[in-house]
Nanobody
Framework: VQLQASGGGLVQAGASLRLSCVAVDRTLSSYTMGWFRQAPGKEREFVAHISSSGGSTYYADSVKGRFTISRDNAKNMVYLQMNSLKPEDTAVYSC?????????????????WGQGTLVTVSS
């Protein structure tokens, strides 16, 4: 699956952004989808995932209550609504399609990745 992420930018602390992820070559409707992020000098970390139907979501503790993952299978899109952004949310955010068995919180279980979009939150 070829994925393209967009929506990043430079915002002040407390602001909101919505990231989008689209599949350009096939339908996403059968995939669990995840968002991950990687801050400078740090390892990639799990942010959120959503089941193929959209009926189940799960978040990292660091973003719970502030971020919302959603999807529109008719549009082949996955979104990450980010509210109350903090400087520590600064990172490159990537969407991914889960293609392997295992925990959906592990990046190792995702076989297709978007190119990433940079989110910078200033204090």
């Amino acid at each position: 699956v070829q994925l393209q992420a967009s929506g990043g930018g430079l915002v002040q602390a407390g602001a909101s952004l919505r990231l989008s992820c689209v599949a350009v070559d096939r339908t996403l409707s059968s995939y669990t989808m995840g968002w991950f992020r990687q801050a400078p000098g740090k390892e990639r970390e799990f942010v959120a995932h959503i089941s193929s139907s959209g009926g189940s979501t799960y978040y990292a503790d660091s973003v719970k209550g502030r971020f919302t993952i959603s999807r529109d299978n008719a549009k082949n899109m996955v979104y990450l609504q980010m509210n109350s952004l903090k400087p520590e949310d600064t990172a490159v955010y990537s969407c991914a399609a889960k293609s392997r068995t295992g925990l959906p919180t592990s990046s190792n279980n995702y076989g297709s990745w978007g190119q990433g979009t940079l989110v910078t939150v200033s204090s």
